[in-house]
């Protein structure tokens, strides 16, 4: 999978010399590869080694995902998104963090749930006032792809009892059951300034279960 450009090279008495080395990604399985290049002098008495990895990865894609609060601003602060492998949860999952803007993560190709628990801020965006579950429990990821997870279309989620009631703390959260393996479940405990929950409407999974 290695070559070097030159088997041997002459270096001045105080200067350098450089080889190239290459790597043929059509060889080998994808894998960690390590090892060492090793030359010495003419006479012997000088051996350098260096060292030479690299990394082969299997086939996979740009996913990006970024997410729009329900007051039409980006999604922020505290918002995250749950990136799941829809077919084997053990082949594929990470929760990101839109604090800092779009996630670009690299994920095999493959059926993936991307849901968002995306957060409306006040104006001066310092506290979370409303808290909104949105986004595609089935995503088909074949090429590199960009997902926007939006909280506008969303409704309100109210506690409607026979009895006067004052809800003190609200769970929401979703459950990805995989259609081959395994299974994820993502929860918000929510209390005061968080008083407002919010959930959009998503299409009928094909794959597995979701709720």
């Not at 070097?4 to 790597?23: E, F, H, M, N, R």
């Not at 996913?63 to 077919?87: C, H």
């Given at each position: 999978?290695?070559?070097?450009?030159?088997?041997?090279?002459?270096?001045?008495?105080?200067?350098?010399?450089?080889?190239?080395?290459?790597?043929?990604?059509?060889?080998?399985?994808?894998?960690?590869y390590g090892g060492a290049l090793e030359a010495q002098s003419a006479d012997g008495s000088v051996v350098v080694r260096v060292p030479v990895g690299f990394?082969?990865?299997?086939?996979?894609?740009?996913?990006?995902?970024?997410?729009?609060?329900?007051?039409?601003?980006?999604?922020?602060?505290?918002?995250?998104?749950?990136?799941?492998?829809?077919?084997?949860?053990?082949?594929?999952?990470?929760?990101?963090?839109?604090?800092?803007?779009?996630?670009?993560?690299?994920?095999?190709?493959?059926?993936?749930?991307?849901?968002?628990?995306?957060?409306?801020?006040?104006?001066?965006?310092?506290?979370?006032?409303?808290?909104a579950i949105a986004g595609d429990p089935e995503i088909e990821v074949n090429q590199d792809t960009t997902y926007v997870a939006d909280a506008q279309p969303a409704t309100e989620v109210v506690a409607n009892t026979a009895q006067p009631t004052e809800p003190k703390h609200w769970v929401i959260g979703t459950y990805r059951g995989a259609a081959e393996l395994g299974s994820f479940e993502s929860l918000l405990l929510a209390s005061p300034p968080i008083d407002r929950i919010f959930a959009a409407p998503t299409e009928q999974v094909t794959k597995g279960d979701f709720g």
């Open positions: 999978m290695i070559t070097i450009s030159a088997s041997s090279v002459t270096i001045p008495a105080g200067g350098t010399a450089s080889v190239d080395v290459t790597v043929d990604t059509r060889l080998g399985a994808a894998s960690l990394y082969k990865e299997d086939v996979r894609y740009n996913l990006t995902v970024d997410g729009i609060a329900r007051d039409g601003r980006p999604a922020r602060g505290i918002s995250w998104i749950d990136i799941v492998n829809a077919d084997d949860t053990t082949q594929f999952t990470r929760t990101v963090g839109l604090g800092q803007g779009p996630v670009t993560v690299r994920v095999p190709p493959g059926t993936y749930s991307v849901m968002g628990m995306l957060f409306t801020y006040d104006e001066p965006q310092v506290f979370a006032l409303e808290a």
